[in-house]
T-cell receptor
Framework: TQLLEQSPQFLSIQEGENLTVYCNSS?????LQWYRQEPGEGPVLLVT?????EVKKLKRLTFQFGDARKDSSLHITAAQPGDTGLYLC?????????????FGKGTHLIIQP | EAQVTQNPRYLITVTGKKLTVTCSQN?????MSWYRQDPGLGLRQIYY???????DKGDVPEGYKVSRKEKRNFPLILESPSPNQTSLYFC????????????FGDGTRLSIL
């Protein structure tokens, strides 16, 4: 089992602030996905990063994959209440999809108006 | 509408009474998987399937069975449920494998008394 550590576990900030959450592992991942989950629903994919050093942007969300492909970060600029949710990272190791997918425990994010 | 459908959404049952949670997807996806989500433990993969008649154990397969007789269906079977299987269960599917975006169902909340 490949472990993914997410930090912080909980984060509550005011609307308009910036924040960064982290996803770290001692293992190398072929690809890493970020999901957001809202109460009563399944996770929904935000982005997939594949190349070491890759940066992807999704509106106010910026995702970065570490150069060694062992870690990733999610930065949110000017957070809004609609960003509230559980943010999950998930790593896949084989590169060909033959293995399973390992999720981190997630970061619970609350954006207060 | 592309979707992953789980049934039932909620179930309360007793120890030892066999149950099946169904999962169906209408996207012609090859890869399907089951997860359980528990507070403090996150999402953990139970079983996954790369295609019809091909299934593999995930991280927590004990006490569960699956089958993949048709591409669209991937039922999760609890032959003799126990209280430690009380959890929120998610089915997911993707086109190709674990490295592809996972489409999740809305979850099944199981309570085993």
């Amino acid at each position: 089992t490949q472990l993914l550590e997410q930090s912080p576990q909980f984060l509550s900030i005011q609307e308009g602030e910036n924040l960064t959450v982290y996803c770290n592992s001692s293992s190398v991942f072929s690809s890493l996905q970020w999901y957001r989950q809202e109460p009563g629903e399944g996770p929904v994919l935000l982005v997939t990063v594949v190349t070491g050093g890759e940066v992807k942007k999704l509106k106010r969300l910026t995702f970065q994959f570490g150069d060694a492909r062992k870690d990733s970060s999610l930065h949110i600029t000017a957070a809004q209440p609609g960003d509230t949710g559980l943010y999950l990272c998930a790593g896949e190791t084989s590169g060909g999809g033959a293995d399973g997918l390992t999720f981190g425990k997630g970061t619970h994010l609350i954006i207060q108006p | 509408e592309a979707q992953v459908t789980q049934n039932p959404r909620y179930l309360i049952t007793v120890t030892g009474k066999k149950l099946t949670v169904t999962c169906s997807q209408n996207m012609n996806h090859e890869y399907m998987s089951w997860y359980r989500q528990d507070p403090g433990l996150g999402l953990r993969q139970i079983y996954y399937s790369m295609n019809v008649e091909v299934t593999d154990k995930g991280d927590v397969p004990e006490g569960y069975k699956v089958s993949r007789k048709e591409k669209r269906n991937f039922p999760l079977i609890l032959e003799s449920p126990s209280p430690n299987q009380t959890s929120l269960y998610f089915c997911a599917s993707s086109f190709g494998g674990a490295y592809q975006p996972q489409h999740f169902g809305d979850g099944t909340r199981l309570s085993i008394l």
